[in-house]
């Protein structure tokens, strides 16, 4: 979404910026820099994603794309007929989605994939600018908590009123469901925290919630 993302050297976060340049010295080759939001810009389901995995979104320059993380969610999307084309795991397999986009609530890859506050509240801007910049989503699904808090926050309701659970459904103050999930990354599927068919379940919850919201002139529809 041309004008709402960070410039490539951001500089807001003192320790993401020198995370980044140690991964430029490493991996000349990678993406190495924010990434940007993915899918399509008349999106009726948006998913609000954490931050760039290492060896994924910070390596190709794509969310979720090249890491197990990624194989999981690109896997469910297609099920359920949000994307177009064959995720292969790198930026020009030509996938595209349909009805949905991702928008991560930290641009920059952070240490052990753990942004701290700071980092994330200077990030805010950008997501809260994406998200306002998406009319037509009625429905945002938020993997983990850190992403469910940026979705709440986006549309200024308090984070009290509003707790994470996984499967959990909100009505957020500008008139968006929020559907909880567990992050979908190879420690919660491995742990058993969250299996495929508890993220499919996820996926329900969203497509019943986009019929029962879509109004009757809507140009965009479910599958």
């Known amino acids: 979404m041309p004008g709402t993302e960070p410039p490539r050297d951001c500089p807001r976060c003192p ?3 020198a995370f980044r340049e140690q991964c430029r010295a490493d991996y000349p080759d990678w993406w190495n820099a924010p990434v940007y939001a993915f899918g399509d810009p008349d999106a009726w389901l948006a998913f ?5 995995g290492k ?3 910070n390596r190709t320059g794509r969310p979720f794309t090249g ?4 194989d999981l969610l690109f896997a469910t999307l297609a099920q359920f007929g949000l994307s177009r084309g064959a995720y292969e795991a790198r930026v020009d397999d030509g996938l595209t989605l349909d009805g949905a986009i991702i928008v991560n609530s930290v641009k920059c890859l952070p240490p052990q994939n753990k942004p701290n506050p700071q980092e994330i509240a200077a990030c805010r801007p950008f997501f809260d600018t994406q998200m306002a910049a998406l009319p037509k989503v009625r429905v945002v699904i938020a993997l983990g908590k850190i992403a469910h808090d940026a979705a ?5 309701g308090r984070l009290a ?7 959990a459904v909100h009505l957020l103050p500008n008139d968006r469901h929020l559907v909880d999930s567990y992050h979908c990354s190879r420690y919660n599927t491995n742990t058993g925290r969250l299996t495929p068919a508890m993220f499919a ?3 329900r919850t969203a497509l019943a919630l986009g019929d029962q919201t879509r109004g009757p002139n809507s140009s965009t529809s479910p599958r």
């Open 67 to 70: 890491d197990y993380a990624g």
């Open 201 to 203: 379940d996820v996926f």
């Open 15 to 17: 320790r993401l910026v």
């Open 55 to 57: 060896h994924g979104a």
């Open 152 to 156: 709440v926050r986006a549309a200024s």
């Open 48 to 52: 609000a994603g954490l931050a760039p």
């Open 161 to 167: 009123a509003f707790p994470f659970a996984h499967g």
